[in-house]
Nanobody, 117 residues
Framework: QVQLVESGGGLVQAGGSLRLSCAAS????????MGWFRQTPGMEREFVAA????????SYADSVKGRFTISRDNAKNTVSLQMTSLKPEDTAVYYC??????????WGQGIQVTVSS
């Protein structure tokens, strides 16, 4: 059974940093694109960042570009999101994602990130 478990969320002041991690179990995803999405109440889940099987293939939402960095460790089956210069508008539940073209993606349970002003 595949599980994605996020950690590292919490409360931080504006301008601060947090590092989210996602540990995958049940199978390896070294050839899958992995990423992060976020969602606020009443809004659709939105893309934040993604990383291909090779660390050189990354993409970011414009709103986080230059502030967030996604990375992965295929040996440990983990993906991380380093978030810096956090803003109150970054407040959301963050979800780890494994892209599975042609199939339902895998999702984590979500973790709260709250940025106070």
């Amino acid at each position: 059974q595949v599980q994605l478990v996020e950690s590292g969320g919490g409360l931080v002041q504006a301008g601060g940093s947090l590092r989210l991690s996602c540990a995958a179990s049940g199978r390896t995803f070294r050839l899958n694109t992995m990423g992060w999405f976020r969602q606020t109440p009443g809004m659709e889940r939105e893309f934040v960042a993604a990383i291909g099987w090779s660390d050189s293939s990354t993409s970011y939402a414009d709103s986080v570009k230059g502030r967030f960095t996604i990375s992965r460790d295929n040996a440990k089956n983990t993906v991380s999101l380093q978030m810096t210069s956090l803003k109150p508008e970054d407040t959301a539940v963050y979800y780890c994602n494994v892209d599975r073209p042609g199939r339902d993606d895998y999702w984590g349970q979500g973790i709260q990130v709250t940025v106070s002003s």
